[in-house]
């Protein structure tokens, strides 16, 4: 057991774990982050874990299974506060795993009420009177609707949330939120009277989350996406520090794998494009039949003479039309399964030609690219956008700078900025 570890966070993937450490980082929390339950105890000291998992999309019951076992390796290295992390745009299906999850660690945790808010105002999404909104548009006209795994078709997540569980779920709106502390635990405790076992919380704006902060101080589980963190650290006496966020000096080649097709990550792939540096696209089709391996060999070969004049990009990533008609002929899973497998090996290849900075863009492609790997934790350095931190993998030569860029995170030179910011 650590000395130093308050908060013990479980993330439903990895580059929603990283969003998640970024904002502890941002409010004065040393972070790691792992991949997958570890093994063996925590070597650091740290004030908090965020262990990322990638059970956004399994089955209900393997995503239980998985976060009960961060659960209780957490609680071994003395966690005192459990924080369960989903998406910003709470990308679920009515099957969850939101609800399930949320369900199964109350359980575990012995508590009758917990909040749920995926508010992230730095990055535009706010919850109002329980609707969320992306950027100005409500979450089901955001671009989500369209997901390949998750499509978000409602915004009142009261109404998602309640689809998910057996618990009652209620709200404390934004009237009670601007009130502060006093009238959100008030609001709490009226709810659980009425039997409300998960409460959403409206929030629009940084103060909101720094409102509500200290009204979650002492409850056993939070779960949201990443905006709520930053109330948390000065519940534990911690304020914002430089060295919070300090990582080694980067070396090595530089290369961006994208898998991501999100709106802004298809803006991302032709800015990049258009800046003229080298870029190289991988079709699903032609993935199939076994073809994948001599795929990633000619994407490798194409990439090697040329890592040395900068950064290069290599990705899958398309508009929704070309997206749908992929998934008619392959089915959404093998699609989606065959497209992270080839990026993965890709990522794996690159970094074997040299590359040690390295911007990975796609929730779920950045599972399997670190996982490719073989990356156990990540010391959580500075942000880059909103969300997205650049992190370090210590291995040999100095190990590995990555980055997990999430879909709709980053601003439209992302892929070019990231690497300024870390030189
Ligand atoms: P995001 O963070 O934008 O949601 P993800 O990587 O989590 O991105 O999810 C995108 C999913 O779409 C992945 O499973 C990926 O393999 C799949 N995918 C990527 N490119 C394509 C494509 N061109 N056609 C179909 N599926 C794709």
């Not at 039949?289 to 090697?304: C, F, I, K, N, P």
Request: hydrophobic share 45%.
């Amino acid at each position: 057991m650590t000395k130093t570890l308050k908060l013990g966070c479980i993330a439903d993937d990895f580059t929603g774990a990283t969003d998640l450490a970024n904002n502890l980082v941002r409010s004065g929390m040393r972070v790691v982050q792992t991949i997958g339950v570890p093994t063996s105890p925590l070597a650091a000291d740290v004030h908090a874990v965020v262990v990322a998992l990638k059970s956004r999309t399994i089955s209900a019951a393997e995503a239980i299974a998985q976060s009960l076992d961060a659960l209780k390796w957490l609680q071994a290295q003395g966690a005192q506060q459990i924080y369960f992390k989903y998406c910003s745009t709470f990308d679920s299906t009515p099957e969850g795993n939101i609800g399930p999850v949320t369900e199964a660690l109350m359980d575990a945790l012995g508590t009758d009420f917990t909040i749920a808010t995926p508010a992230f105002p730095d990055n535009g999404r706010t919850v109002f009177k329980g609707y969320l909104f992306a950027g100005n548009v409500l979450l089901n006209e955001s671009g989500m609707q369209n997901h390949p795994l998750t499509p978000m078709t409602d915004a009142n997540l009261v109404r998602v949330m309640q689809a998910q569980t057996k618990r009652k779920v209620g709200l404390i709106d934004y009237k009670t939120v601007a009130q502060g502390e006093a009238a959100i635990r008030e609001r709490i405790a009226t709810l659980r009277a009425e039997g409300v076992g998960v409460a959403v919380v409206d929030a629009t704006s940084n103060e909101d989350l720094h409102r509500l902060g200290p009204a979650l101080k002492g409850m056993p589980l939070v779960t949201a996406g990443s905006g709520v963190a930053i109330g948390l650290p000065a519940n534990f006496g911690l304020k914002p520090s430089e060295q919070a966020s300090h990582l080694p000096a980067a070396t090595g080649l530089q290369a961006v794998v994208s898998g991501s097709c999100s709106l802004a990550t298809n803006a991302q792939v032709a800015h990049f494009k258009a800046t003229g540096r080298p870029a190289l696209a991988i079709a699903p089709a032609s993935l199939m039949r076994g073809q994948s391996d001599a795929v990633v060999q000619q994407v490798l070969a194409w990439a090697a003479p040329l890592l040395k004049d900068g950064p290069v990009l290599v990705y899958s990533t398309a508009e929704p039309e070309a997206v749908k008609a992929v998934q008619a002929q392959l089915g959404v899973a093998e699609a989606g399964a065959l497209v992270e497998h080839a990026l993965a090996a890709v990522a794996h290849g690159l970094v074997g030609l040299g590359v040690q900075q390295l911007v990975v863009a796609g929730g779920e492609t950045s599972g399997a690219c670190v996982q490719a790997l073989g990356i156990a934790q990540l010391q959580i350095g500075p942000q880059i956008d909103p969300g997205v931190p650049w992190c370090h993998a210590p291995g040999d030569h100095g190990g590995v700078h990555i980055t997990l860029k999430s879909g709709n995170f980053g601003t439209e030179d992302f892929f070019t900025k990231a690497f300024t910011v870390l030189a």
